[in-house]
């Protein structure tokens, strides 16, 4: 006897996605997370191929559309990228978790705020969870949704190892010394980059890794820099892994289907996360309207891990010759990236994009 028809754990933007397109099916969607206040740390970036995933327009929570991007290291002057059209908008991640969930809301799914979960059982026709205040959910599909430290996958016995990691915090526009425009900074930190993200009120700033264990993205390297670039120290930081490209993760195991960080939906080379959190929760839905979803949805996939495998590839050569290839970047592959970011096309299709163009050259 269950009482909902699929339950996703986590209102981030994989579970708002999968529980917008379920509800507008008329399903009856649960939705059990911790409160939106908790936070979760992100910078806000959405490129526009993300944007127009959306079943909505997110232009309520823009905060900037940018055109322009600065991309520095330390062997080469800053060089800026600019775009037509923009590549990329600004939200407050909070603004933005909180958008969807109202409009999943307005689709008739039904939100349950929880601390955590005290566990899960799988049966043959459906799946139960129970919270730590002891409330007891049931239904034929369970979507975990609930990011890079997946407790659904810790409870199912599931190893899902988070691959990068970033820290990051906010600068209130009044204590920086000059307003950035959205920055990449390569060579602050070994194995990845610092960011400037400017939201208006304030500046997020915030340093990413690719691969954990590589170096550790502190509290500390991250006020150096942003004293170094904003003259100021940053608020409410904070760092949290994120569910990159790794070779075992499962995507479902039994009535559970895993979506974005906590199936491994973000790209490893700069760590963007919400497209592939947004694709695989809608992915997950569609599945789920169909037969056989534990079936369905690793197939349906397997063209955006494809892609993440590649990036993971590109990744280690791109960190492991950084002085050469942020300079490709400062040139005409970080010119090819942002137009084909603006275009609405994924690192797969941009890097195919700047291949066709080196061949036709020769
Ligand atoms: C510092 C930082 C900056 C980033 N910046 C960007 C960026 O600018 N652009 C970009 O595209 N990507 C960025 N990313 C990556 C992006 O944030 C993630 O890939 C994306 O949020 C994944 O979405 P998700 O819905 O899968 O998981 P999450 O956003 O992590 O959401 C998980 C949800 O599950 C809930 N939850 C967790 N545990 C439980 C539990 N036990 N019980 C109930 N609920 C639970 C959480 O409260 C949350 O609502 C960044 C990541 C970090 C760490």
């Not at 059990?32 to 997110?58: D, H, M, N, Q, W």
């Not at 509290?219 to 170094?228: D, E, F, G, V």
Request: hydrophobic share 40%; proline share 5%; glycine share 12%.
């Amino acid at each position: 006897m269950t009482n909902w028809d699929v339950l996703i754990v986590g209102a981030g933007q994989a579970g708002c996605a999968a529980a917008w397109d379920l509800a507008a099916a008329g399903l009856r969607v649960a939705v059990i997370s911790r409160p939106l206040s908790r936070g979760k740390p992100c910078a806000g970036g959405v490129t526009e191929k993300a944007v127009a995933r959306y079943r909505f327009s997110i232009a309520p929570v823009v905060r900037e559309a940018v055109t322009s991007l600065a991309v520095s290291h330390p062997s080469s002057p800053v060089r800026h990228l600019s775009t037509a059209t923009p590549f990329c908008v600004m939200t407050e991640r909070a603004e933005l978790d909180a958008f969807c969930c109202g409009q999943a809301e307005q689709q008739g799914a039904v939100f349950h705020e929880t601390g955590g979960l005290r566990g899960i059982e799988q049966r043959a026709d459906y799946v139960r969870i129970e919270t730590r205040e002891g409330a007891v959910f049931s239904a034929p599909w369970l979507i975990a949704a609930d990011g890079a430290n997946s407790a659904v996958a810790r409870l199912l016995g599931e190893r899902h190892p988070a691959g990068a990691m970033a820290i990051e915090g906010c600068v209130p526009r009044e204590n920086v010394r000059d307003y950035p425009p959205m920055t990449l900074d390569f060579g602050v930190i070994r194995g990845g980059y610092g960011w400037l993200f400017p939201k208006g009120d304030h500046v997020n700033v915030g340093l990413y890794v690719w691969r954990h264990g590589v170096a550790a993205p502190e509290r500390s390297t991250l006020q150096r820099y942003c004293r170094a670039r904003l003259g100021a120290e940053a608020e409410q930081v904070a760092g949290y892994p994120l569910g990159t490209w790794l070779p075992h993760t499962r995507l479902a195991n039994g009535r559970v289907l895993f979506v974005g960080d906590a199936a491994g939906c973000t790209e490893v080379l700069l760590g963007e996360g919400i497209y592939g959190a947004v694709l695989s929760g809608q992915l997950a839905a569609q599945a789920i309207l169909g037969e056989r979803p534990d079936v369905l949805y690793p197939r349906a996939l397997a063209g955006w891990r494809e892609e993440l495998q590649q990036v993971s590839r590109l990744g280690a050569l791109f960190y492991g010759v950084l002085p050469v290839s942020s300079r490709l970047l400062q040139g005409r592959l970080g010119s090819t990236l942002v137009n084909g970011f603006s275009q609405g096309l994924t690192l797969g299709q941009c890097k195919r994009q700047w291949r066709g163009a080196q061949s036709l050259k020769l």
